[in-house]
């Protein structure tokens, strides 16, 4: 089992920017082997994936994000970033990480997450 710690979220106004941190903890030779994303759930809503990591490096985004959030990941330091750009109060939600058990985006229920990180988007 791999522990996930997010931060890096906040309150901040339309069109400010936030960047999220993913600190794993897990072996340096190991973690580089798994993919992981980001997740949010907004109130009342299901939790939605808002961008994905493979170990290969290839990314992909929710079209609602797209242009405006960019995921990357520091395998030397087991971390796990998403940089995000132009909030709007859309992205109001708490932000999760998960690792998957493969190399790529495959939802299991094994796979780890972390304990979330609230962003707030005021207009």
């Known amino acids: 089992q791999v522990q996930l710690v997010e931060s890096g979220g906040g309150s901040v106004q339309a069109g400010g920017s936030l960047t999220l941190s993913c600190a794993a903890s897990?072996?340096?030779?190991?973690?580089?082997?798994?993919?992981i994303a980001w997740y949010r759930q907004a109130p009342g809503k299901q939790v939605e994936l808002v961008a994905s990591i493979t170990s290969g490096q290839r990314t992909d985004y929710a079209n609602s994000v797209k242009g405006r959030f960019t995921i990357t990941r520091d395998n030397d330091k087991n971390m796990l970033f998403l940089q995000m750009n132009n909030l709007n109060p859309e992205d109001t939600a708490v932000y999760y990480c998960r690792r998957f058990r493969g190399s790529y985006v495959v939802p299991s229920e094994s796979d780890d997450w972390g304990q979330g990180t609230q962003v707030t988007v005021s207009s």
């Open positions: 897990a072996d340096f030779n190991i973690f580089r082997m798994y993919a």
